[in-house]
């Protein structure tokens, strides 16, 4: 019998999925028999994980790119039109970090956060509204962040990334709304993942702190499970907002936080 989260015959684009929550997510669909467009700008990445799914017999291909240059999101999502005729679900995760003060916040570090975070999946919004809309069936899923609901100290452009994103999560939603399509927004609290890692070292050093006092003072206290999330949590998440039960659910930002957030 077929579980009802299975997306038989379903396509995907999951940009940055050469690593954590992104590579997760395009596992965790592909395990679900949906055919999956490993996306990284890093294409070594973007193939071993294709490796994975194809040795667990699933269907995927990696294309490279990056997703905050229109040229480079164009190209992605004709590669995916012209293999399969259809784009069903659009993840965006491609993410990056930069720490530091907002006083001396480069500009430049400002740009690229801003551009892979949020005109990124603006642009690939864009461009697969179309083929969503002819097929009257899209899910699109971003993300997001607790920081797109509550600042930290040190993360102006991700925190403002992030909430940008759920803005245009919500413009979406309602400008698809009668489309077939649904547009949501998943809010993950610490994922253990590269980033994190990176992170952990940037605020530690911030904060004059040891990476292990920086992990328990600036998030574990706050954190009431205690503990950091599996990207797999994440993924089940997206896998279920991506099935046709989810069909109800749309503009909606959605934690999974080991309960850090709780509006
Ligand atoms: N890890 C966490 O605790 C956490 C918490 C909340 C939200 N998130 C979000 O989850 C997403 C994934 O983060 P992660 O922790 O798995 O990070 P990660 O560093 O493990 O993976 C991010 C991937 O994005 C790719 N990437 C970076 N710039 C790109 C670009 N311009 N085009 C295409 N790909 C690009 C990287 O090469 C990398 O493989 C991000 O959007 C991040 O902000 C992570």
């Known amino acids: ?105 480069p500009l430049a570090q ?35 962040s607790v920081n797109g609901k509550r600042g930290d100290p040190g993360k102006v452009a991700y925190c403002s990334a992030k909430h940008g994103l759920i803005g245009l999560t919500r413009v979406a939603a309602l400008e698809t709304a009668t489309d077939g399509i649904t547009v949501n927004a998943i809010c993950p609290g610490l994922v253990y993942t590269p980033l994190i890692e990176k992170q952990l070292d940037d605020l530690a050093a911030m904060h004059g702190l040891t990476r292990d006092d920086t992990l328990a003072q600036v ?4 954190i009431p499970q205690k503990r950091m999330l599996d990207p797999q949590e994440i993924a089940a998440m997206a896998r279920y907002l991506a099935s046709d039960e989810a069909r109800g659910i749309t503009g909606q930002a959605i934690n999974v936080s080991a309960g850090f957030i709780m509006h």
């Open 110 to 144: 400002w740009h690229r956060l801003l551009g892979v975070l949020l005109t990124g999946p603006f642009l690939l919004t864009q461009a697969v509204l179309q083929p969503m809309r002819r097929h009257h069936w899209g899910r699109i899923i971003n993300i997001a």
């Open 1 to 105: 019998m077929t579980s009802p989260a299975v997306l038989p015959s379903r396509t995907a684009l999951v940009t940055g999925a050469g690593s954590g929550i992104g590579a997760a997510i395009a596992e965790e669909l592909a395990r679900v028999d949906t055919y999956v467009l490993v996306q990284d700008v890093r294409p070594d990445a973007a193939s071993a994980v294709v490796e994975r799914i194809r040795a667990a017999r699933g269907a995927a291909d990696a294309i490279g790119g990056d997703i905050s240059d229109p040229d480079d999101v164009r190209t992605i999502v004709d590669a995916l039109i012209g293999s399969h005729d259809q784009i069903d679900i659009l993840i965006n995760n491609a993410g990056v970090q930069h720490v530091a003060p907002l006083e001396s916040f």
């Open 219 to 222: 998030y574990l206290s706050s």
